[in-house]
């Protein structure tokens, strides 16, 4: 089983490492490689998950082409065949896990959407009733279902910053209007297509965050889409208002992890294999009931 921590092509030019991809610069395009790296309370832990970062590469690309009907997206090809030369004595490892991609011009604009009230969100309803600036109704509880999912746009914050919520008129400040009604509505659109699907394999998508760039002026969708990285993924089956809500991907590893006693600072502890093992399988399972393949 190949299981990848850190894509070391030696003449291949890194140019950035999030806590999970590796994107490497081919001059033209950008390759992104998604590794087995795993996050939890923001630390990336030691230990890799097998097929991870193929699960969540193939969870975007699945999106991808199901969202073409509504955006275009960043994808110029995942088959590691049409790959530029240099990358093709890597093929093994990139199989799967990587894509080559257009470069856009990110727009500065994190584009949160939220359908469940759960997180910082939760925590500022309780305090002042309102959302990012979005007044609710009174009475909710924590992980109800909103009644119209919420826009709620943040800007990128420097690195190991956390992001800091903006409010739609601020959007519009450093974007444009037009842009930033487009942005909301794309990603809503987005949203609603997504968890809907996801809720009839019995996942529920409580909230996710999209980026967006420019290609020759217009707006395309890049980085991840929907993936259990950039959103928040709940088992429906143990779906319940009134509590915080088990993570589908990553509960196995907070449970142990906060019963080690861990101060949630770096370096992360290592982890059991049964917790690697389960982790990994539910990773894969997660992908098998949105694609109905395995991976
Ligand atoms: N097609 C694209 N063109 C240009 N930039 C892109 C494209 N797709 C994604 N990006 C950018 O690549 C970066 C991906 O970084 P990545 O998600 O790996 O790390 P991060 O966001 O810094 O940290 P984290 O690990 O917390 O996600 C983002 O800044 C994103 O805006
Ligand atoms: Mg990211």
């Known amino acids: 089983m190949a299981q990848i921590a850190i894509t070391q092509f030696n003449d291949l030019s890194l140019v950035r490492q999030g806590k999970v991809r590796d994107i490497f610069d081919t ?12 996050s939890a309370f923001d630390v990336v832990l030691p230990d890799l998950i097998p097929d991870k970062g193929k699960v969540l590469n193939q969870i975007s690309v699945f999106w991808f082409k ?3 009907s509504i955006v275009k997206n960043h994808i110029i090809t995942t088959n590691v065949n049409e790959y530029p030369d240099e990358f093709k004595p890597h093929k093994d490892i990139l199989d799967k896990r ?3 991609v257009k470069k856009a011009d990110p727009l500065p604009i994190e584009c949160i959407v939220r359908g469940y009230i759960t997180g910082s969100g939760w925590s500022s309803y309780k305090k002042e009733g309102q959302v990012c600036g979005i007044r609710l109704p009174a009475g909710l509880k924590e ?7 919420l826009f709620t746009p943040s800007t990128k914050a ?26 909301k509505d794309l990603s809503l659109e987005i949203y609603k297509k997504g968890a809907e699907y996801a809720f009839s394999k019995g996942i529920i998508i409580a909230d996710t965050k999209f980026e967006f760039g420019l290609l020759d002026g217009k707006i395309i969708l890049i980085d991840e889409i929907l993936t259990p990285d950039s959103s928040r993924f709940w088992p429906l089956n143990d779906y319940e208002p009134g509590r915080g809500q088990n993570s589908f991907d990553k509960q196995y590893v907070r ?4 019963a080690s006693g861990w101060d949630k600072k770096h370096p992360g502890p290592k982890l059991p294999q049964d917790v690697i093992d389960r982790t990994s399988n539910t990773y894969k399972e997660i992908y098998t009931r949105l694609t109905g393949e395995n991976v």
């Not at 992980?143 to 999912?149: F, H, Q, V």
């Not at 190991?160 to 601020?170: A, L, P, Q, R, V």
């Open 27 to 38: 001059g033209e395009a950008l390759l992104m490689v998604t590794t087995d790296r795993l």
């Open 255 to 258: 449970d142990w992890l906060i």
């Open 158 to 183: 420097e690195v190991g910053d956390h992001d800091i919520n903006i409010s739609f008129d601020e959007t519009i400040n450093l974007i444009g209007r037009t842009r930033a009604q487009e942005l």
């Open 98 to 100: 990587s894509m080559l």
């Open 66 to 68: 199901k969202m073409e």
């Open 143 to 149: 992980s109800d279902k909103l009644m119209e999912p």
